[in-house]
C-alpha cells in the first residue's frame, strides 16, 4: 500500500489515525533520515505502544502526537506529500466527523499531495466494522472528492480491504 502511494526517499508522510503503527513503521524506512513521519491517534494506549516500538528501534524520523484530528492536525499547512487514512474513514463518516477532518488533511498536504484510504470491503463478516458503516470505493469517492481532492486510482489490498487514492486539486 505505501509504495501504491509514492512514498520515497524524503517524502513526509501523515498517518492520520496511527493506531500502533502498522504503516508509520515501515514507512519510515521508506522515507530514510531526510523524510519525515507524523503519526497522530486519539488513543493514548496506541501511541504509548507505538512510542515504546519507536524507542526500542531507536528511530529517530517518526513524530507521535496524541490528538484528535477532528479538532487539530498539529501539523503545518502545506507540508506533507502524502497521507493515509487506513481503517479509520467507516468511523470519521459514522461519527459525522469527516469534514473536519478532510479539510484539516486538504490544509497539512503539499498542492500536489496524495491521499490513500484503506477501509475494509463491503463484506459480510469479520473483520472490520459492521455492515452499516462500512462503504464502497464509490461511496468513499464520492465523500472524498467533496474537499478537493480527485480520484487518481482504486487498489486492491488483499482479502479484506481496498485503497481508493486521491491527489489534492
Do not use: W
Amino acid at each position: 500500500m505505501l509504495k501504491e502511494l509514492g512514498i520515497r526517499i524524503g517524502s513526509s508522510f501523515l498517518d492520520a489515525g496511527c493506531g500502533e503503527g502498522s504503516f508509520s513503521l515501515p514507512a519510515s524506512k521508506m522515507v530514510g533520515n531526510k523524510g519525515r513521519v507524523y503519526a497522530i491517534d486519539i488513543s493514548e494506549e496506541a501511541v504509548n505502544l507505538l512510542k515504546e516500538e519507536i524507542e526500542k528501534r531507536n528511530i529517530q524520523n517518526i513524530e507521535v502526537f496524541l490528538a484528535d484530528i477532528g479538532k487539530n492536525i498539529p501539523v503545518e499547512n502545506e507540508t506533507i506529500d502524502v497521507c493515509l487514512m487506513a481503517n479509520v474513514l467507516h468511523g470519521f463518516v459514522a461519527n459525522k466527523e469527516v469534514e473536519s477532518i478532510l479539510k484539516g488533511i486538504f490544509r497539512v498536504l503539499k498542492p500536489d499531495g496524495m491521499l490513500g484510504v484503506v477501509d475494509f470491503k463491503k463484506i459480510e463478516g469479520p473483520p472490520g466494522p459492521p455492515m452499516s458503516i462500512r462503504m464502497t470505493p464509490e461511496e468513499v469517492e464520492e465523500i472524498i472528492s467533496r474537499y478537493g481532492f480527485k480520484k487518481r486510482k482504486e487498489v486492491e489490498v488483499g482479502k479484506y480491504h481496498y485503497a481508493v487514492i486521491f491527489n489534492k486539486h
